[in-house]
Antibody, heavy 121, light 108 residues
């Protein structure tokens, strides 16, 4: 059974930092591309970041480029999102989502339960 | 960036009736279109990919159609558990990967 478990969310002041983690199991993590998607309270889904299976290709949404950094450790079946210079508008539930196998032409077939990040003074 | 537009924003339908949700892409995405269902407090669940292929475990009352820029999700006979928010997503041309703004399917 595929499982994705996010952790690391919490309350942080503006301009602060937070590091989210996503632990994967039930599939060969190193074969698959991974993504971060967030959802602000009462809002829709916003894709944030993509990392290829071996971490050689990384993409970010313009809204987080230069502030967020995605990485993965295939030996530990995990992915991380380092979030710096946080703003109130970054308040959201953050999901990790499993992508395709060596292709971007695939939907996100499994999602974690999400971790809530609240940015407020 | 490909903009995905869903309509209507809210759809009120009675249980047992058919629901039809629409999604339009600002440029062709071929059949690289997915539909997700999200219930309150839960993550999105993949329903349809490739515009018309049901994901594993998705009931046959869910069907997707369309290609290019116009897509439809049809739920043939609404069950109580189907009332949720539905999102379309294009994965043809990204980054950025883009979602529609969602359609809330509510009980009439």
């Amino acid at each position: 059974e595929v499982q994705l478990v996010e952790s690391g969310g919490g309350f942080v002041q503006p301009e602060g930092s937070l590091r989210l983690s996503c632990e994967a199991s039930g599939f060969t993590f190193s074969d698959y591309e991974m993504n971060w998607v967030r959802q602000a309270p009462g809002k829709g889904l916003e894709w944030l970041s993509y990392i290829s299976s071996i971490g050689s290709t990384i993409y970010y949404a313009d809204s987080v480029k230069g502030r967020f950094t995605v990485s993965r450790d295939n030996a530990k079946n995990s992915m991380s999102l380092q979030m710096n210079s946080l703003r109130a508008e970054d308040t959201a539930v953050y999901y990790c989502a499993k992508g395709g196998r060596s292709t971007q032409l695939q939907p996100f077939d499994y999602w974690g339960q999400g971790t809530l990040v609240t940015v407020s003074s | 960036e490909i903009v995905m537009t869903q309509s209507p924003a809210t759809l009120s339908v009675s249980p047992g009736e058919r629901a039809t949700l629409s999604c339009r892409a600002s440029q062709s995405v071929s059949s690289n279109l997915a539909w997700y269902q999200q219930k309150p407090g839960q993550p999105p669940r993949l329903l349809i990919y490739g515009a018309s292929t049901r994901a594993t475990g998705v009931p046959a009352r869910f069907s997707g159609s369309g290609s290019g820029t116009e897509f439809t999700l049809t739920i043939s006979s609404l069950q109580s558990e189907d009332f949720a928010v539905y999102y379309c997503q294009q994965y043809k041309n990204w980054p950025p990967n883009t979602f529609g703004q969602g359609t809330k399917l509510e009980i009439k």
